[in-house]
C-alpha cells in the first residue's frame, strides 16, 4: 500500500506489518492523496499541497498533481 505522508512530504510503500520498502519524495510539498495507475499500474499519482495546513480549506489554488514511475504495479489497477 502507498501512503501519503502530509508532514514529511513523501509518499511511503507499506507492508502489512508496517515495514516502509520505498519512498518518494516530493519535495518541500505536502503529500496529501496517492493512487497507482497508468496503462501497466506502475505509474503512482501523488496529490500536493504547497501551502501550510491553516490553508487547505481556504480554496487557495496551491495543489498539484506529481507522477512517479514504481517497479511493483498495483493489485487490482486497471491495466491492459
Not at 17 to 39: E, F, M, N, W, Y
Request: net charge neutral; charged share 20%.
Amino acid at each position: 500500500m502507498w501512503v501519503p505522508c502530509f508532514n514529511t512530504g513523501e509518499v511511503l510503500r507499506v507492508l502489512r506489518g508496517g515495514a516502509i520498502t520505498d519512498r518518494v519524495s516530493v519535495g518541500d510539498k505536502r503529500a496529501v492523496a496517492c493512487q497507482l495507475g497508468g496503462d501497466d499500474g506502475r505509474t503512482l499519482f501523488c496529490c500536493t499541497f504547497d501551502g501550510p495546513p491553516e490553508d487547505l480549506m481556504t480554496g487557495k489554488r496551491l495543489a498539484a498533481i506529481y507522477t512517479a514511475r514504481v517497479s511493483i504495479p498495483g493489485d487490482g489497477c486497471n491495466v491492459a
